[in-house]
């Protein structure tokens, strides 16, 4: 059963920097693009950033780009979400998630497997 599982989210001020991470198991790490996602409360989960299955490409969304930085680590089967110059608006629980199809990695429905959140909150 491949499991997919957050970590290092937490308190930041507006400025600052948080980096979370992202492991998976139970799966073939190297079969899968990885993504991330971000939900307010009453809102919709967007998406944030994906990375494909040999790491050479990278997706942001916009609200994102130029800040955050994606990056994979076969050798632990886990992501890195680097988020730097991080706003208020940044404020949200973030979910990783496991794929199979890079053909649309900004859409949630790409995704099978999905961690249970981490939570990162930033003050202004």
């Known amino acids: 059963q491949v499991q997919v599982k957050e970590s290092g989210g937490g308190f930041m001020q507006a400025g600052g920097s948080l980096r979370l991470s992202c492991v998976v198991s139970g799966g073939t790490f190297s079969g899968y693009m990885m993504g991330w996602f971000r939900q307010t409360a009453g809102q919709e989960r967007e998406f944030v950033a994906a990375?494909?299955?040999?790491?050479?490409?990278?997706y942001y969304a916009d609200s994102v780009k130029g800040r955050f930085t994606l990056l994979r680590d076969g050798a632990e089967d886990r992501v890195h979400l680097q988020m730097d110059t991080l706003k208020p608006e940044d404020t949200a629980v973030y979910y990783c998630?496991?794929?199979?199809?890079?053909?649309?990695?900004?859409?949630?429905?790409?995704?099978?497997?999905w961690g249970q959140g981490t939570q990162v909150t930033v003050s202004s």
């Open positions: 990375i494909s299955q040999n790491g050479d490409t990278t």
């Open positions: 998630a496991a794929g199979l199809s890079w053909t649309v990695p900004r859409y949630k429905n790409a995704y099978a497997y």
